[in-house]
């Protein structure tokens, strides 16, 4: 077998051996999903997308952005004005527009 062949099934062999041994997959370049496909998970502990509050994700090429910040909970006892209700809406309302959820 010549040197050349010889190198490359090494190379291989080491590519699998990361592939395969490894608890996770990095991806260098962008991963493109044909039209049609679907992403399918588990049904039994779930899946994250985005495993820290710091990481960023954006839709539908809106900029990625990191976790969006919740308004305070309103009083249950009906106390909160208009305006505060008001103003807990439009801060939900940032969030969607700020990750591309709703334009």
């Known amino acids: 077998m010549n040197e050349d062949l010889e ?3 090494t190379e ?3 590519t699998l051996k990361d592939l ?3 608890d996770r997959y990095t991806f260098p370049k962008t991963i493109q999903i044909l039209d049609g496909r679907n992403i399918q998970v588990g049904r039994g502990t779930g899946t994250k997308i985005g495993t820290g509050a710091d990481q960023k994700i954006g839709f539908f090429n809106k ?7 919740a308004p305070s909970a309103l009083a249950e006892s009906g106390v909160d004005s208009d305006a505060t209700a008001r103003a807990a809406i439009n801060v939900i309302r940032t969030a969607l527009i700020n990750l591309g959820i709703i334009a």
């Open 63 to 69: 900029t990625p952005a990191v976790q969006q910040t």
């Open 12 to 14: 291989l062999e080491n």
């Open 20 to 22: 395969i041994h490894s």
């Open 7 to 9: 190198k490359r099934i």
